[in-house]
């Protein structure tokens, strides 16, 4: 019999045979796709004042509009997830991004009131939702299972990034042009992402036979199917998803409500408020990285590599809960703003390994439907956290009481969430008990 060696691994991407450079090369596209994802996010946070005030509406209100993106997230993150078994991911990732830049561009029109914002995030959100798993699903088709956290960092950085770029970008923006125009030109953007992608986008050979054009040769690990209702009644599955949702909740929070709570609270401005979210936004995405290059520096040495067992990601929430507590109560600026960078990122390194968790106790033909659903439920934080929060505000004496409010329940969330992760996820443990074993290593040879 012939042994066909497929690429062995190597340490960097300069030094990548053709299809590691193929890899990387998906890798960044995709954070460029999450960066378009979560600057689309960020825009209605950001133009939040201008619009209140031009349409007159009460935080509870505008928390509303908010909450509507994600009124369909989860049942499009589920749905579309499903689809991943019959159509292609680049086709689905290219779909996606066209959808976003049809919801954006309404809103330069001068006449679109709240009910043209209201139906536009509606079909945002009902576009976005699969975007996550999707491109995780996508991503992972390009690596082994010990080379995938960083990578699947990487795509989470891009969420960071967007916000990094968009807070100072569309501030300007909106400052100079008016708020309608923020919303225009992420719809530009959405539209240039989607003209590279129809050039660069192709499916990686760990993909699932589907996601490949029928190449049933290799499947990624060649193991069975599970039942997926043992899947979600693993400790795994739902500490890592409940962990997520508490991280996903501070992520809308932090989106929504940030901006408003600098300007009508601290009394910063506009270009403040925007450069601080800015900031915040850039030490998210330093965290992320940094756990990315951790794990993937464990797993080179042999020490690790494969999804954190949950005691590590769990006890970061509650640092992060922590971190929220002085937030919401303390008054010193330069004890109180600094919590923004770092110390309350450290929640968002469980959507990072919730996701690397629940594909490591999934086989790769179902791995797509698995991370939908983890999205399902962890995106509902993004309803909840808008409607909570504004209501909690406009219901106390003054915003500045019903922020810190908002803030505490928030920090009693992500310590209740981080103590069960850290004591029952286990994604070893569960993987085992399904029968998943891990995929592939890229360096060893396959007989035909």
């Not at 299809?19 to 954070?31: D, E, S």
């Not at 992420?186 to 490949?212: Q, Y």
């Not at 499947?219 to 890592?240: C, D, H």
């Not at 962990?243 to 989106?255: D, E, H, P, T």
């Amino acid at each position: 019999m012939e042994r066909t060696k497929v690429p062995a691994r190597h340490t960097g991407p300069e030094t990548l045979p053709p299809a590691g450079r193929q890899a990387w090369t998906a890798t960044w596209l995709l954070l460029a796709f999450m960066l378009v994802n979560f600057a689309d996010k960020a825009v209605l946070g950001l133009a939040g004042p201008e619009i209140m005030k031009e349409f007159g509406l009460s935080r509870q209100e505008f928390g509303t509009a908010q909450a509507a993106f994600f009124s369909l997230f989860s049942l499009s993150a589920l749905g579309v997830s499903f689809l991943t078994r019959k159509v292609r991911t680049s086709v689905l990732l290219l779909l996606m991004g066209l959808l976003w830049s049809v919801a954006q561009l309404p809103m330069l029109w001068a006449a679109a009131g709240f009910g043209t914002l209201i139906a536009t995030r509606v079909l945002l959100g009902f576009a976005e939702g699969p975007a996550a798993p999707v491109a995780v699903h996508h991503v992972h088709g390009w690596f082994e299972q010990r080379e995938r956290t960083l990578p699947t960092a990487i795509l989470m950085v891009g969420a960071a990034a967007g916000v990094a770029v968009a807070a100072p970008t569309l501030g300007a923006v909106i400052s100079q042009f008016g708020w309608r125009w923020a919303f225009g030109v992420a719809g530009i953007a959405g539209l240039l992402w989607a003209a590279v992608w129809t050039v660069k986008g192709r499916e990686g050979p760990l993909a699932p036979p589907v996601a490949r054009q029928a190449r049933t040769a290799d499947a990624g690990s060649g193991s069975p199917e599970v039942p997926l209702k043992s899947v979600f009644l693993s400790g795994t599955f739902i500490t890592a998803a409940l962990g997520a949702f508490a991280a996903y909740w501070v992520m809308s929070a932090k989106l929504t409500w940030l901006p408003d709570y600098l300007q009508s609270v601290i009394g910063w401005d506009l270009t403040q408020a925007s450069t601080a979210v800015g900031g915040g936004a850039v030490a998210n995405g330093v965290v992320l990285l940094a756990h990315g290059l951790l794990a993937r520096r464990a797993a080179r040495r042999g020490t690790g590599g494969r999804p954190p067992a949950g005691a590590g990601a769990g006890l970061l929430l509650v640092a992060s809960s922590g971190a929220v507590t002085v937030f919401a109560t303390v008054d010193t600026l330069w004890i109180k703003v600094p919590m923004m960078f770092g110390p309350m990122a450290l929640a968002l390194v469980m959507i990072t390994v919730a996701q690397t968790a629940i594909a490591r106790i999934t086989p790769p033909s179902q791995r797509g439907v698995v991370l939908g659903a983890l999205v399902a439920v962890f995106a509902l934080g993004g309803i909840a956290s808008p409607l909570v929060l504004g209501r909690i505000v406009d219901s106390a004496a003054t915003a500045t009481i019903g922020y810190q409010n908002g803030w505490l329940v928030t920090a009693a969330l992500l310590l209740i969430t981080g103590l069960l992760a850290a004591l029952f996820m286990r994604p070893e443990k569960d993987a085992q008990r399904l029968g998943v074993p891990e995929s592939p290593a890229t360096g060893v040879p396959v007989s035909h």
